[in-house]
């Protein structure tokens, strides 16, 4: 079976101005067509020997599974995270105008 050309990135960001930052830097810089920003999640995780419950902003990226590696080091370089999760997710089905939008946006 092939890869996928197509990809939602899950990324989750300490607050809404880092996320906005993040999702507009993102589709500027063609790393990704569209970026969700969805407020209010509540994140519990394991992290240096604790369990964490902490808020947070998750930002759903589609983009090209081929820009997955150049978007992964923009956002570790521009995130406030140490390890932000960068989590890649196969799009198997889509709207064929959508997928369109995103091969026409982000370009190899």
């Given amino acids: 079976m092939s890869e996928p050309e197509h990809i939602v990135v899950l990324i989750t960001a300490s607050s809404k101005e880092e996320a906005?930052?993040?999702?507009?830097?993102?589709?500027?810089?063609?790393?990704?067509?569209?970026?969700?920003?969805?407020?209010?999640?509540?994140s519990v995780y394991h992290w240096e020997g604790k369990i964490h419950n902490d808020p947070e902003i998750l930002l759903i990226v589609k983009t090209r599974q081929e820009t997955f590696d150049a978007l992964k080091n923009w956002v570790v370089e521009h995130h406030s995270y140490d390890v932000p999760e960068v989590i890649a997710l196969p799009i198997t089905a889509g709207l064929s105008a959508y997928l369109k939008g995103i091969d026409d946006w982000v370009k190899e």
């Fill in 20 to 42: 906005g930052l993040l999702a507009k830097g993102l589709v500027e810089n063609k790393l990704a067509f569209c970026v969700n920003i969805v407020p209010g999640i509540e």
